[in-house]
């Protein structure tokens, strides 16, 4: 199956970002560059998941802890943070995954030149979907709400740093 987007307006994706339950939380330009776009699409099996490369956005996580300004800093994929986390962090990210209440969305940042995305909101889930998918197990539907343009990385600066000298 061939996951569809639909467009959706640049204020979506902001109003999203600035609400109280989708707040991203890497440094960015609280604003789309001109020629940004934002498209959103539901995904509801593995199947979807693998056609997307979910696992293999990045995720504000860096191997052996360290901080996005450090220059050697290794940002982390969210496979690699996966394999690397505790079963206490796929037990919460479970938990919030199962809380009805909680949003079913996962934000993104799309470089459309380097074919990199990066999980700006959401990653928890993202871990709990991940975990779900592993152990054969079916997940809620998620929307995937994305930005995307090929200068992404001056947006999304800290992380993109790291990405592009991967």
Known sequence: ??????????????NSAFSNENTITVIWEPQLIDNAKSRKCV??????????????????????AKAPNDPIAEILTLKKYYANATSQDKQRAI?????????????????????????????????GIIDKINNGQQFRPVSILECYVSSIPQMFSSEFAHIIKK
């Open 95 to 127: 938990q919030l995954l199962a809380n009805q209440s909680s949003i079913s969305q996962i934000t993104t940042a799309y470089d459309t030149a380097s074919n990199c995305r990066l999980i700006v909101d959401g990653f928890k889930r993202s871990l």
């Open 1 to 14: 199956m061939t996951i569809v987007w639909e467009d959706v307006s640049n204020n979506d994706y902001l």
């Open 43 to 64: 995904i509801s099996s593995s199947s979807d998941w693998y056609e997307l490369s979910m696992s293999d956005s990045f995720v504000p996580k860096y191997r052996y």
